[in-house]
């Protein structure tokens, strides 16, 4: 038996049945996929073949280096169906590489990047019947690294557990076409020269009180500055950028996540659209025409771009006591990006850039 398939305790977590699941009103979460798969490596760093087991919940010791000094990174990916109901992923090679980047820095054994392509290609494979109909949804894929072995020192894991599963979703920012953020002047996400750019699971869960306070607020998410206050850093969950005069400002930092939806749509913009791109640090002030920037008023269109969120378009953006307005309809530019964006992913486009796999 796999060292995964020892560590699943399969059968403890009932797959929702397809005949409960209604393709037009899923949501993000709640549903249980059949399969789980995933590979193990020991102390040399080596993972064993992949497995593709029944779903279960995860038997991993009370001094797992995971649940104790948070030594664990994640990965977001889709599965989505073509018109044509081809199965295709997105850049799963960007993915995997990411995910060793962020091993590296948190000693955990780096999944080669062939073993991670059939792992997730396998786990969607498997659940195939669970990726939703053309237009429906996607199914997103959750590959997750963590240091399972026991350890009371903060010290690394001897054991590397692989693990990749999966769940329909439809939209993240649900029922909002346009969605409403607040910049935040209280809370940073990340530290100068931290981890703020590695996927880590403990990235997030600082980021749960003031996004909590900011949806209690009315607004749909939150925009972190950097660690002066005067650059756009990233919301908890997706990067930002806006359109101003035809240009692309992309906001970039060494303390956020380098999201592989950010740089399809840079590359998108450049090849397809032929826009001008400005891939760096961006001013708060220019994205809202304060400052050096009061002449030319705020952008255009302003968005987030992620995995699970897409191209999110921003209708308002609150800051010290002020909203600043985008528009109540999604821009052009936000509208092209996307349509090029999902039709590459779908197969509804031609791929010039070699990012799509056909799972079947
Ligand atoms: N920033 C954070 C903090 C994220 O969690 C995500 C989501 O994955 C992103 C940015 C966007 O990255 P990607 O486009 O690779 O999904
Ligand atoms: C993704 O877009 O893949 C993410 O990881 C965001 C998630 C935290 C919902």
Not at 9 to 24: C, E, F, M, V
Not at 26 to 31: D, K, Q, T
Not at 177 to 188: D, L, Y
């Amino acid at each position: 038996m796999s060292r995964f398939k020892a560590m699943v305790l399969s059968g403890t977590l009932t797959p929702t049945p397809l005949s409960a699941i209604n393709w037009d009103t899923i949501g993000f979460g709640g549903i249980v996929t059949p399969f789980v798969g995933g590979s193990v490596a020991l102390s040399d760093g080596i993972f064993e073949p992949v497995s593709v087991v029944p779903n279960g919940t995860i038997a991993v010791p009370p001094l797992a280096c995971c649940l104790n000094y948070g030594q664990e990174l994640f990965e977001g990916m889709k599965a989505q169906r073509g018109p044509d109901g081809k199965i295709r992923m997105f850049r799963i090679e960007a993915n995997a590489q990411r995910m060793a980047k962020g091993a590296a820095r948190f000693m955990l054994s780096p999944p080669p990047q062939e073993l991670y392509r059939q792992a997730v290609i396998a786990t969607v494979k498997a659940n195939a019947d669970y990726v939703p109909p053309y237009g429906k949804g996607s199914l997103y894929v959750r590959p997750i690294l963590a240091g399972v072995g026991m350890t009371l020192s903060p010290v690394p894991s001897d054991t590397t557990l692989f693990l990749v599963t999966c769940i329909p979703v439809g939209l993240h920012y649900k029922g909002s076409a346009m969605i409403n953020v607040k910049v935040e002047t209280e809370f940073q996400r990340a530290a100068a020269k931290g981890t703020g750019w590695v996927k880590a699971a403990g990235n997030y869960a600082p980021c749960f009180l003031p996004s909590y306070e900011a949806k209690h607020q009315g607004y749909d998410d939150l925009l972190f500055l950097n660690q002066t206050g005067s650059h756009v850093e990233e919301v908890g969950t997706a990067n930002f950028a806006v359109v101003k005069n035809g240009v692309l400002y992309a906001a970039d930092s060494p303390s956020i996540l380098p999201g592989i939806t950010r740089d399809s749509v840079m590359r998108i913009a450049r090849e397809i659209l032929h826009m001008d791109v400005v891939f760096g640090p961006l001013e708060l002030d220019r994205v809202l025409g304060l400052g050096a920037y009061a002449h030319e008023g705020p952008a255009d269109e302003a968005f987030f771009t992620g995995t699970a969120a897409v191209i999110s378009p921003i209708s308002k953006i609150h800051y010290r006591g002020k909203d600043y307005t985008f528009g109540d309809t999604p821009g052009p530019f936000a509208t092209q990006l996307r349509d090029q964006l999902v039709g590459i992913q779908t197969g509804r486009y031609p791929d010039p850039f070699g990012w799509v796999a056909e799972v079947d």
